[in-house]
Antibody, heavy 120, light 110 residues
Framework: QVTLRESGPALVKPTQTLTLTCTFS??????????VSWIRQPPGKALEWLAL???????YYSTSLKTRLTISKDTSKNQVVLTMTNMDPVDTATYYC????????????WGQGTLVTVSS | EIVLTQSPGTLSLSPGERATLSCRAS???????LAWYQQKPGQAPRLLIY???SRATGIPDRFSGSGSGTDFTLTISRLEPEDFAVYYC???????????FGGGTKVEIK
């Protein structure tokens, strides 16, 4: 079955770089049409899409955050990594990774999310 | 960037009642690229509807989606206790790929 799990630090300081890892199973990101995205949700607020990487290693970013984000994949490890630079307290959120199935435009499987707090 | 506006922000209803949730887009969205999710406290979102009107696997038929262009609707025909949650719409723009979510509608028990 398909599972995704996010991992990374629970606490980062302002100006630091955040690195999150999504480890998945039950599918391969080398399969044509498959994609994985990162989405975040500040406490009590709405979902916000951050970045997407596809099977062909094409990468797409939220317009408002693209200068701070980098997404990458390690197909052999079934992992997708997101880095976000210059963290600020407003970046405090639960960060989710989610799968978009073959040729899909929606998220059919989600990780449980990881809460990242930005504070000195 | 397409902005999705959901209304109302909160819907107060009783079990057994009908819920109608709206998602309005700032530009036309291909119906194929509009999805709805349910999120309960402390949980990840769950896919309910994709392609504007197709139910995801395992979703009860009391959930239905409709709409086209800039106006989309999620209807829950008769609310069950487990349906009280926050609902989000999401659109996908393909050139280049970009996604946006609406601000959410909370369905609460009256």
């Amino acid at each position: 079955q398909v599972t995704l799990r996010e991992s990374g630090p629970a606490l980062v300081k302002p100006t630091q770089t955040l690195t999150l890892t999504c480890t998945f199973s039950g599918f391969s990101l080398s399969t044509s049409g498959m994609c994985v995205s990162w989405i975040r949700q500040p406490p009590g607020k709405a979902l916000e899409w951050l970045a997407l990487i596809d099977w062909d290693d094409d990468k797409y970013y939220s317009t408002s955050l693209k200068t701070r984000l980098t997404i990458s994949k390690d197909t052999s490890k079934n992992q997708v990594v997101l880095t976000m630079t210059n963290m600020d307290p407003v970046d405090t959120a639960t960060y989710y990774c989610a799968r978009m199935g073959i040729a899909a435009d929606y998220f059919d499987y989600w990780g449980q999310g990881t809460l990242v707090t930005v504070s000195s | 960037e397409i902005v999705l506006t959901q209304s109302p922000g909160t819907l107060s209803l009783s079990p057994g009642e009908r819920a109608t949730l709206s998602c309005r887009a700032s530009q036309s969205v291909s119906s194929s690229y509009l999805a709805w999710y349910q999120q309960k406290p402390g949980q990840a979102p769950r896919l309910l509807i994709y392609g504007a009107s197709s139910r995801a696997t395992g979703i009860p038929d009391r959930f239905s989606g409709s709409g086209s262009g800039t106006d989309f609707t999620l209807t829950i025909s008769r609310l069950e206790p487990e349906d009280f949650a926050v609902y989000y719409c999401q659109q996908y723009g393909s050139s280049p790929p970009a996604l946006t979510f609406g601000g959410g509608t909370k369905v609460e028990i009256k």
